[in-house]
């Protein structure tokens, strides 16, 4: 169907309204569209803005080391271990059960606390720039494929200290308030 030309000027709330009933020819509906195809293209830049600025808010909440309140997770280790620094690499590897001896040599048992505990999560995230499900599948893959064992588990952060005090080699990670002298703090790169 062929629509007249109509020389007058029209003012179209809907253009696609008025391209059912026929009132627009299709030169008309080339300019009535501009100012609709441009107000799209204006939501998609707002709406991609907003995406963005969500974005960036929640990145920047992710990459707060501690909230407040909170105290930092640090790496400890037995007394009688001789190494004082770790890089991270090499922190991720024994705590994922990957390397089994300390960097001189010395067998290193490895100890943590419950996926769900809140510092086990923020230990993982924030020393270690992983989640705690990775280190868990990594652990059940060694164990099914009987390749390796996973970590000894403890219960709680007390648990954690005295079992690192008196297991040689031992490698665990606590808050800040519940370090003495029993145990030292292995310093991460």
């Given at each position: 169907?062929?629509?007249?030309?109509?020389?007058a000027t029209v003012v179209v709330n809907d253009p696609?309204?008025?391209?059912?009933?026929?009132?627009?020819?299709?030169?008309?509906?080339?300019?009535?569209?501009?100012?609709?195809?441009?107000?799209?293209?204006?939501?998609?830049?707002?709406?991609?803005?907003?995406?963005?600025?969500?974005?960036?808010?929640?990145?920047s909440l992710t990459c707060t080391t501690a909230y407040?309140?909170?105290?930092?997770?640090?790496?400890?280790?037995?007394?009688?271990?001789?190494?004082?620094?770790?890089?991270?690499?090499?922190?991720?590897?024994?705590?994922?059960?990957?390397?089994?001896?300390?960097?001189?040599?010395?067998?290193?048992?490895?100890?943590?606390?419950?996926?769900?505990?809140?510092?086990?999560?923020?230990?993982?995230?924030?020393?270690?720039?992983?989640?705690?499900?990775?280190?868990?599948?990594?652990?059940?893959?060694?164990?099914?494929?009987?390749?390796?064992?996973?970590?000894?588990?403890?219960?709680?952060?007390?648990?954690?200290?005295?079992?690192?005090?008196?297991?040689?080699?031992?490698?665990?990670?606590?808050?800040?308030?519940?370090?003495?002298?029993?145990?030292?703090?292995?310093?991460?790169?």
């Amino acid at each position: 169907m062929r629509h007249q030309l109509i020389h007058a000027t029209v003012v179209v709330n809907d253009p696609c309204m008025a391209l059912e009933r026929g009132v627009l020819s299709t030169s008309e509906q080339i300019y009535s569209m501009r100012p609709f195809v441009f107000t799209v293209y204006l939501g998609r830049q707002i709406a991609l803005l907003t995406i963005m600025i969500i974005l960036v808010i929640g990145l920047s909440l992710t990459c707060t080391t501690a909230y407040a309140g909170e105290q930092p997770v640090l790496l400890v280790a037995n007394s009688d271990v001789t190494t004082r620094r770790l890089n991270r690499d090499t922190a991720r590897a024994i705590i994922a059960m990957r390397q089994r001896t300390w960097p001189d040599g010395q067998a290193v048992r490895v100890f943590v606390l419950d996926n769900n505990h809140p510092v086990h999560a923020r230990f993982a995230k924030e020393q270690l720039s992983v989640y705690p499900h990775q280190l868990q599948l990594a652990w059940d893959r060694m164990v099914f494929s009987g390749t390796g064992q996973a970590p000894d588990r403890v219960n709680n952060q007390l648990e954690m200290r005295e079992r690192v005090a008196n297991t040689p080699g031992a490698l665990g990670y606590l808050e800040r308030e519940y370090l003495d002298d029993s145990i030292q703090v292995i310093s991460m790169d």
